[in-house]
């Protein structure tokens, strides 16, 4: 299997773009909302459990993927340096176990264009961050901006840049 891992800060077009890949590729997408909305019916987002239990879902998931040797999935994700570094580590192993490869992409923009990107009604509907005050409290929260040190990304500023051509040239870059 081929995971290709997407991250970046919240509204930078990471499910946008995901969505491009897989009508050209036929990869599956794991978007990561799945799980935040999932464990955020019963645990309160940010709690420890929260966590715990997001993780292993996520983990699980793309774990049992590789096992059945899905050609290739795209997992989206708001990465945060370094607090996920550990997370990226276990995916990395998971899908090595299963002679699987993760292709690291690292989308990031200007803030400017987050602040418009957030107020997107298609965001609403995943339960996502939807106003600027709460993007701008998430970006002072957490560095999204910076990628991982785990293992060399691509890294895509989408700033002027369609989904299109972000799908286009991650689709060229990993040859998938």
Same mark, same amino acid.
């Given at each position: 299997?081929?995971?290709?891992?997407?991250?970046?800060?919240?509204?930078?077009?990471?499910?946008?773009?995901?969505?491009?890949?897989?009508?050209?590729?036929?990869?599956?997408?794991?978007?990561?909302?799945?799980?935040?909305?999932?464990?955020?019916?019963?645990?309160?987002?940010?709690?420890?459990?929260?966590?715990?239990?997001?993780?292993?879902?996520?983990? =699980?998931?793309?774990?049992? %993927?590789?096992?059945?040797?899905? +050609?290739? *999935?795209?997992?989206?994700?708001?990465?945060?340096? $370094? #607090?996920?570094?550990?997370?990226?580590?276990?995916?990395?192993?998971?899908?090595?176990?299963?002679?699987?490869?993760?292709?690291?992409?690292?989308?990031?923009?200007?803030?400017?264009?987050?602040?418009?990107?957030?107020?997107?009604?298609?965001?609403?509907?995943?339960?996502?961050?939807?106003?600027?005050?709460?993007?701008?409290?998430?970006?002072? =929260?957490?560095?999204?901006? %910076?990628?991982?040190?785990?293992? +060399?990304? *691509?890294?895509?500023?989408?700033?002027?840049?369609? $989904? #299109?051509?972000?799908?286009?040239?991650?689709?060229?870059?990993?040859?998938?």
């Amino acid at each position: 299997m081929k995971l290709l891992f997407i991250y970046g800060p919240p509204a930078v077009g990471k499910f946008t773009v995901a969505k491009h890949i897989s009508k050209i590729t036929g990869y599956r997408i794991f978007h990561n909302n799945l799980t935040i909305n999932f464990v955020g019916s019963i645990f309160e987002f940010g709690t420890k459990i929260f966590y715990k239990l997001s993780a292993d879902f996520r983990l =699980k998931m793309i774990e049992e %993927s590789a096992k059945a040797n899905i +050609k290739g *999935l795209i997992f989206t994700f708001c990465y945060s340096n $370094p #607090e996920d570094d550990m997370f990226i580590e276990k995916v990395i192993k998971k899908v090595k176990k299963y002679k699987g490869e993760v292709c690291l992409v690292h989308i990031h923009c200007d803030k400017n264009k987050l602040f418009e990107r957030v107020k997107n009604l298609n965001r609403k509907k995943y339960n996502k961050i939807t106003t600027v005050k709460s993007l701008k409290e998430s970006l002072n =929260k957490w560095n999204y901006f %910076s990628p991982t040190s785990i293992r +060399k990304s *691509l890294s895509i500023d989408n700033t002027n840049l369609s $989904p #299109e051509i972000v799908a286009s040239k991650i689709i060229d870059f990993y040859s998938l």
